[in-house]
């Protein structure tokens, strides 16, 4: 039958051209024939291309060496998870020296509060927890999390 009169896209489906088919209407709407996620599927790596892993040391004191630089560089999330870290190992006093001091740096960090509020009970520091909620709810009254401080201290 003659398909010269039909557009591109559309041609009879059958197992050998299905395929084909979505590679052209793939490629018009997302400008890549084939989807991404199923580029590597079936393919296994060449051997030469598989490099020999470092020594363990070599490859530890890199870790170290990345994870002090990145405690080093006074990142909020890094100081966070940290805090994180101790809060969870019950070590509240290390993770309120920790988190007041990036509270101190940055009161408006909206991703430190709950966990600084947190701490705040835990120390049973209400003052500091009354005048931090009710400075931020002053300031910031459309944040939900300055309500969720100022709902902390009348739990």
Known sequence: EDLSNQSPDVKHFSHENKYE??????SKHYGHATPPQSRAIGKTPDAHQHKAEPDSDQKNSREVNVLDVLRSSNNNYIRIIEAEKYYDKQNIAKAYEIIKSLI???M???NAIPLYTAILIELN???D??????N???SNPELAV???AVGTYYY
């Open 125 to 127: 520091l209400v003052g």
């Open 21 to 26: 088919a979505w590679n052209v209407s793939a």
């Open 104 to 106: 101190e740096d940055d």
């Open 146 to 148: 300055s309500w969720f």
């Open 129 to 134: 927890l009354y005048i931090f909620s009710h």
């Open 108 to 110: 408006y960090f909206l």
């Open 136 to 138: 931020l709810v002053s």
